[in-house]
């Protein structure tokens, strides 16, 4: 599926206008656009990233990595997905960045969301859905989950997230309220921040392929 991970990357530059500050999103399929974004490094103002793995990749392009506090609102955020639904909603964190993912979303306009489609589902869940907790409420937060859900949370051990935290993965859901679910689950004392964008989901997605799909 990498060849559609790159052709729906590089349909995504489509979205960069001259003189913006471009918000990157994390993952193999986001990789694929930070190297065509390294083409335009002259005509953009920079990025602002939402990882340490896609900051080291800017970088190594050349690409300038300003600070969110100092960028302000961004026009635009381009990011994989791990799951997108009819409606543009999404499971992401498969890579444990979904918090600073979801902080860069917030704050743009545009979230162009690339994936391939593989991605695409009826209904979200079958992916685990990925929750970032404060290492302290771990078992708290999992017995929340399962009791609310019904849901079977996975503690990702050995994987500290760029904010110090560690991620649960719930499986076995078919989340059929999306909003509903990321609103009750952003509840629990110790949740850092779920991977559901629902709330605010991608306003365009980019399916990789001859030709890519624009939805
Ligand atoms: O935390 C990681 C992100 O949410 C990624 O955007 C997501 O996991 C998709 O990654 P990939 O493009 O590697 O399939």
């Known amino acids: 599926m990498s060849e559609a991970k790159k052709l729906a990357a590089e349909k995504a530059i489509d979205y960069v206008e001259d003189g913006m500050i ?6 193999s399929t986001v990789a694929y656009f930070i190297d065509a974004l390294a083409a335009w ?9 939402s990882s340490e793995q896609s900051t080291a990749r800017l970088k190594s392009h050349g690409i300038e990595v300003i600070d969110p506090n100092v960028a ?10 791990d799951e997108c639904d009819p409606h ?38 079958k992916f685990p859905l990925p929750i970032e907790v404060i290492p302290m409420a771990r078992s708290l937060v ?9 849901g079977q949370p996975v503690w990702r051990e050995g994987v ?8 649960l993965d719930l499986h076995n859901l078919a989340i059929t309220d999306p909003v509903g679910l990321e609103r009750e689950l952003n509840q629990i004392p110790g949740v850092v921040s779920v991977g559901l964008f ?13 030709p890519p799909k624009v939805l």
């Not at 629902?198 to 980019?206: L, M, T």
């Open 41 to 49: 490094k002259h005509r953009i103002a920079g990025a602002v990233s």
């Open 22 to 27: 471009v918000g990157v999103g994390t993952g």
């Open 198 to 210: 629902a709330r605010r989901p991608a306003d365009v997605v980019i399916v990789g392929g001859e």
């Open 160 to 167: 500290v997230t760029d904010n110090g935290n560690w991620v």
């Open 142 to 150: 999992a017995r929340e989950l399962l009791r609310m859900t019904g």
């Open 88 to 125: 543009k909603r999404l499971i992401k964190g498969g890579g444990a960045a979904l918090t600073r993912e979801k902080i860069i979303a917030e704050a743009s306009d545009k979230f162009v969301c690339i994936i391939d489609a593989s991605k695409q589902v009826p209904v979200l869940g």
């Open 72 to 81: 302000g609102p961004l026009q635009l955020y381009v990011d994989g997905a």
